[in-house]
């Protein structure tokens, strides 16, 4: 089975700071998507972004970006300009059928 | 469209009872999947229905179970309850068509149950 480690528990920042938040995963799969998903303090999770295993190239959405290395199996997941709504737990989830996800980092921006 | 809504949203059950949740997916989508969520142990997979077959299945026992029907729409159930049983339930829909991996999947607000 499929193993993803978010090794931050808890990260603070100021707003307009900017942060990333880290994801390692196993897998034995050669091909697959990860993603990434905010759970607010509703508690409803809500899709972030989605990368594909075979597509290395790095995006930006907007204050989002994701830098993704198949060699050493990291999905981070970078928010710049931090805002006070997105404290939030964030959730790196690498999708199979197997679902997994990782135990979350919980992001408090402070105004 | 409508998101995805799951009743009841707060249930409090004794041990030993069972409970029945409902999950309705988005308009459209085939795939609906059941997760549990817990301080102790995250977020854990229960299993996924498509087409009103279990596609998927995570490492739960039998005491789980879940079903889904034409329109759907899908429940779960956990007979004979165990104070370890108190979880967010989580339910989440996806168009399914190309499997659990790919699509994004999309959350309803939960169900939160508490055993006493």
């Known amino acids: 089975a499929q193993k993803v480690t978010q090794a931050q528990t808890e990260i603070s920042v100021v707003e307009k700071e900017d942060v990333t938040l880290d994801c390692v995963y196993e897998?034995?799969?050669?091909?697959?998507?990860l993603f990434w998903y905010k759970q607010p303090p509703s508690g409803e999770l809500v899709f972030l972004i989605r990368r594909n295993s075979f597509d290395e190239q790095n995006e930006i959405s907007g204050r989002y970006s994701w830098n993704f290395q198949k060699s050493t199996s990291s999905f981070n997941f970078t928010i710049t300009a931090s805002q006070v709504v997105d404290s939030a737990v964030y959730f790196c989830a690498p999708h199979n059928n197997d679902m997994r996800f990782g135990a979350g980092t919980r992001l408090t921006v402070k105004p | 469209k409508a998101g995805v809504t799951q009743t009841p949203r707060y249930l409090i059950k004794t041990r030993g009872q069972q409970v029945t949740l409902s999950c309705s997916p988005i308009?459209?989508?085939?795939?609906v999947s059941w997760y549990q969520q817990t301080p102790g142990q995250g977020l854990q997979f229960l299993f996924e229905?498509?087409?009103?077959?279990?596609?998927n299945k995570g490492n739960f026992p039998g005491r789980f179970s879940g079903r889904q029907f034409s329109n759907s729409r899908s429940e779960m159930n956990v007979s004979t309850l165990e104070l370890g049983d108190s979880a967010l339930y989580l339910c989440?829909?996806?168009?399914?068509?190309?499997?659990?991996?790919?699509?994004?999947?999309?959350f309803g607000p939960g169900t939160r149950l508490t055993v006493l």
């Open positions: 229905y498509f087409s009103e077959t279990q596609r």
């Open positions: 989440a829909s996806s168009p399914g068509l190309a499997g659990l991996s790919y699509n994004e999947q999309f």
């Open positions: 897998t034995r799969d050669t091909t697959y998507y």
């Open positions: 308009s459209g989508h085939r795939s």
